[in-house]
């Protein structure tokens, strides 16, 4: 059944009340449950039918104001109970059996391990309890938890803790209240023998705020870079956005099995265990950052998206735009700004720009659904969090944060929409943005061509700007975006040159925004007297592919010279992309592949230079990758994008070889003689060390592989033990390769966290034989189907990290990711639907595969009775 935005309605009724007390035993929950309702008036008098939410539940009592209700006074289907009101307000009993031990599906109240959990969000509270269960019915919640002493000595919910006791010899309870009204998405219980690290934050007012991170019993070492994180988080949305925490305690609690990285539940956020725990010895650099990142998010959701939720959940980027947004500032403040901007750029324009290309294309603020649980996607997250920083792009740090002072204060306790933040944005900077808002109701990623004109007997450079945006499902044709394109101009030494528009009198600044707002339009700079090299689109100020004829040496240039360090990078990048589509081709023509020096010059450049930040150095070391090379193809030639990448790769390692051990060998020797730290110069220092090990690797010296086991031997932490790791997998040492993972197993075989990577590097490996592989690891005792994160590592990284392998010509890579799916749709449907975006795909690909891919699809259609979630996705793929 297709939602759509257009009909959304104001509640019938509201729930100002509701009173919550589960019963947990082993074979069975009870949940009573009391609500206080009324009839909206916002509606009008009348009284209509009260219709609740609620799925999988057996009711067991129903009383309407104290009176228990007979079998012909309310209707019962799969989906809701309803009943007739016969007052304005009024009080409704109910008890519900549930099964929390069998849920599979993650969703609702369910048992990870052995402690109880809920994920609500976006409809998972109907399967707890019968509810009005819609972001926009907001109610105080009182909650008592009863269960087994022994086995959940804790018991937490949201808000403070109120009262708590025992019952007979064996069990006890806790009562919750949270007096902030909130949606029922928001709810959350937790029931378990966990152990927590504590501390506490004194609020921007001196409020003193207990901080409690709860794990299994086993982590309790794991979690003091969260907890640091968290304390950062809370000081930075004081210190950026005025944001202060509002409750006396503020809880985090680490779950194995999680279908997502985390749940911001008010007080009480429920995190993957992956997106928490994290030590020196058992958590890459990468994996110390995504958890920073996380609790941040989460931590942030406590303003946008708790205090001012979402109207409906078409308005979900609302707050998942936004909250990427804020989380991506914090990143950028506590680590390099200019490696957090490069590395969300690469990501967004590899998986988002594939997104908005395929079949689920869909606009940040969607017009219908069939399931909201499909819309958890990169467009709303990230490409939503790129409109919000466009918005601060045009209204500049001090608009934009008026902006959301304005929204916060005005929509302080509500459910709005994508509209009212808009709207506090114009009403702060007595701004009109009506255009701007194409980019909430447009889908696809708009196309900028830009051309130049250099008059030197007027002294003027123009810049011609083309915007155009392909068609996306249900949407043919587009109207023009408003794209703000940040820009510098270079004089021939690499100086910026002021920046006056025809026209004005003021000398302008060195860089500046323009808003380019028309189809086609032309910028002309007077003063030129030369004719200049443009760096546009600084720090990727929009969300589109821009197209500008560069030459080779120009990219060369700005790779050199541009004061916006994004943009030295993207020079770096467009050098690599064009020098790999020479390979590409000649490996077509079946010519010997020669690789463009010039790529190889910059390098060196860049590797001989000390004073340059190692961590820059290590990303525009990085060639972009086969999936963003894939999705630049019109259509994706996998044979050849892999051929031409490893040939570029071992060209690098080659001519390169003297630097990169250089750099090498001296960072090695700081790691081994500095104690691992999870910051940035420590991340910078690794990362060049670790990508130049990789490079090393294809020497296939003997001196490397000795450096490389070494490495995985001696090192002290996760970062530099992974990555010798994964060089040795990807080598041809096969018994180095066999005693370095079975070594690994042993050593982390009690470590789901450290498995998932063992088990993910395995399945990104592209040496022939990949599928056989995985399939070979799927019988391993440490996997089981039924862990998202294991379906991830394996699986997962299979189909999207090791193009070769899963895109093999006779379809047995689609063929063993659609029977997974078929599974999955079973256990797990969440999990099942985003396992599907690579098949989604099928249209990148040549005639044969695109063939096999679909026929994939078609299997699992007919495959038999389909969770919504797997049956949106390949209707709409096949459509
Ligand atoms: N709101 C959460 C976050 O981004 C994610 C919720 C997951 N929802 C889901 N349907 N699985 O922070
Ligand atoms: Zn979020």
Known sequence: ???????????????????????????????????????????????????????????????????????????????????????????????????????TALEGLYKSGKMFCTQCEAEGFRKITYYLDRPDVMSVFTTTVKAD??????????????????????????????????????????????????????????????????????????????????KRSMRWDEQVYGREYDLDIFMIVAVSDFNMGAMENKGLNIFNSGAVLARAETATDAAHQRVEAIVAHEYFHNWSGNRVTCRDWFQL???????????????ADMNSATVKRIEDVAYLRTHQFAEDAGPMAHPIRPDSFIEISNFYTLTIYEKGSE?????????????????TDLYFARHDGQAVTCDDFVKAMEEANQVDLTQFKRWYSQAGTPHLAVSEHFDAGARTYSLTFHQSCPPTPGQKHKEPFVIPIALGLLDQNGQELPLRLQGEQTVGSSSRVLSVTQAKQTFTFAGMTHKPLPSLLRGFSAPVKLEFPYERDQLMFLMQHDSDGFNRWEAGQRLAVQALH??????????????????????????????????MVAEMLSLPSEAYLAEISETADVEAIHV????????????????????????????????????????????????ALAYLMLSEKAEVLAACLEQFEQADNMTERLTALVVLVHSPFEEEKATALAWFAERFANDPLVMDQWFGVQAGCPLPGGLERVQHLMQHPAFTIKNPNKVRALIGAFANQNHVNFHRRDGAGYRFLADQVIMLNALNPQIASRQLSPLTRWRKFDQARQVLMKGELERILASGELSSDVYEVVSKSLA
């Open 644 to 691: 031409a990448r490893e040939f570029a790769r071992k060209a690098i390692a080659q001519t390169l070889f003297e630097p990169l051990w250089q750099r090498y060998q001296a960072n090695r020797e700081v790691s081994r003689s500095t104690p691992y730290v999870a910051h940035a110069e420590h991340f910078a220092r690794r990362a060049l060390q670790n990508i």
């Open 582 to 615: 020479d390979l590409i081709a000649q490996y077509h023509c079946n010519e010997t592949l020669v690789i463009d020096q010039r790529l190889l010059t910059a390098l060196r450049s860049l590797l001989e230079n000390d004073s340059l930040d190692q961590a």
């Open 387 to 403: 409109v919000v920083g466009m918005l601060r792009t045009l209204l500049g740090a001090e608009g934009f944060r008026q902006g």
């Open 149 to 230: 002493k022994k086995r959940y000595p804790i018991l937490l919910s949201n808000g403070n803790p109120v009262a708590s006791g025992t019952e007979g010899d064996d069990r006890h309870w806790a009562t919750w209240n949270d007096p902030f009204k909130k949606p029922a998405y928001l709810f959350a219980l937790v029931a378990g023998d966990l152990k927590s690290v504590e501390d506490s934050f004194t609020t921007m007012n001196d409020r003193e705020v207990a901080l409690r991170i709860y794990v299994e019993p086993e982590n309790i070492d794991k979690c003091q870079h969260a907890l640091d994180s968290l």
């Open 1 to 103: 059944k297709v939602i759509h935005l257009k009909d959304y309605q104001a509640p019938e009724y509201l729930i100002d009340e509701t009173h919550l007390t589960f019963e947990l035993y082993e074979d069975r929950t009870l949940v009573h449950a009391r609500l206080a309702l009324r009839r909206n008036l916002e509606r009008d008098q009348s009284l209509p039918p009260l219709v609740l939410h609620g799925q999988e539940l057996e009711l067991l009592a129903l009383a309407l104001d104290g009176r228990q209700l007979g079998p012909k006074e309310y209707q019962l289907d799969e989906n809701q109970l309803s009943l007739q009101p016969d007052s304005p307000a009024f009080s409704l009993e109910t008890t519900v059996c549930i099964h929390p031990e069998s849920n």
């Open 317 to 331: 980027s609302l707050k998942e735009g936004f909250t990427v947004f804020r989380d991506a500032g914090f990143s």
